[in-house]
């Protein structure tokens, strides 16, 4: 089992260049979210997922896509990076809301 | 939006020292998570709980539903419990904005 797993774990972006940032669970979880945590602060939801092909905005969905095609995977997709997109963002899973969530590794985003 | 209060923000204790970590919200919930995030990023789930007490090993969860407030104890402290340890709570109808976490406490235990 190796849970969550998101790729890459390091990345610099230049301004106006997009990219998309991985993350694939193998337990099954229907429910996926994304993350991004600045210094200082508490955890933001940009998007979640309750199912394949079901998605949603959370908090500070601005500047991202996401798409659900399987169980597994929910890549966020960075378009026109910004510098204020510098951040980690961390993916997670869970069953319903309620329940015990876990987390991916992080991914450390730096646009310049 | 409804805020999660973490007290303290910083937290320097000494080896062996007991330790007890704050946490309040505002309104009704279904659920509190207590997390633990490493140097290294990586964040882990220690306790989710929706009412009276959890134990894992040297930690302690608890839960005041009436007083909107949780507490996490570490007992014997050591140098690897240092961490930021991070609340989240689910409101009673959190719906689309799920998990609303505190800023975290970062924890030092010094040998």
């Known amino acids: 089992n190796a849970g969550v797993t998101q790729t890459p774990k390091f990345r610099i972006l230049k301004i106006g260049q997009s990219m998309t940032l991985q993350c694939t669970q193998d337990?099954?979880?229907?429910?996926m979210y994304w993350y991004r945590q600045d210094p200082g602060m508490g955890l933001k939801l940009i998007y979640y997922?309750?199912?394949?092909?079901?998605?949603d905005k959370g908090e500070v969905p601005n500047g991202y896509n996401v798409s659900r095609s399987t169980t597994e995977d929910f890549p966020l997709r960075l378009e026109l990076a910004a510098p204020s997109q510098t951040s980690v963002y961390f993916c997670?899973?869970?069953?319903?809301?309620?329940?015990?969530?876990?987390f991916g590794e992080g991914s450390w985003l730096t646009v310049v | 939006k409804n805020e999660v209060e973490q007290s303290p923000q910083n937290l320097t204790a000494q080896e062996g020292e007991f330790i007890t970590i704050n946490c309040s919200y505002s309104?009704?919930?279904?659920?509190l998570h207590w997390l633990q995030q490493h140097p290294g990023g990586g964040i882990v789930s220690l306790f989710m709980?929706?009412?009276g007490k959890k134990k894992h090993g040297r930690l302690i969860a608890t839960i005041n539903i009436q007083e909107k407030h949780s507490s996490l104890h570490i007992t014997a402290s050591h140098p690897r419990d240092s961490a930021v340890y991070i609340c989240?709570?689910?409101?009673?109808?959190?719906?689309?904005?799920?998990?609303?976490f505190g800023k975290g406490t970062h924890l030092i235990i010094q040998p």
């Open positions: 997670a899973s869970s069953y319903p809301w309620g329940d015990t969530i876990y």
């Open positions: 337990m099954n979880h229907n429910y």
């Open positions: 997922s309750v199912g394949a092909g079901i998605t």
């Open positions: 309104v009704g919930i279904s659920a």
């Open positions: 709980l929706s009412s």
């Open positions: 989240a709570v689910l409101y009673s109808g959190g719906g689309a904005d799920g998990l609303t």
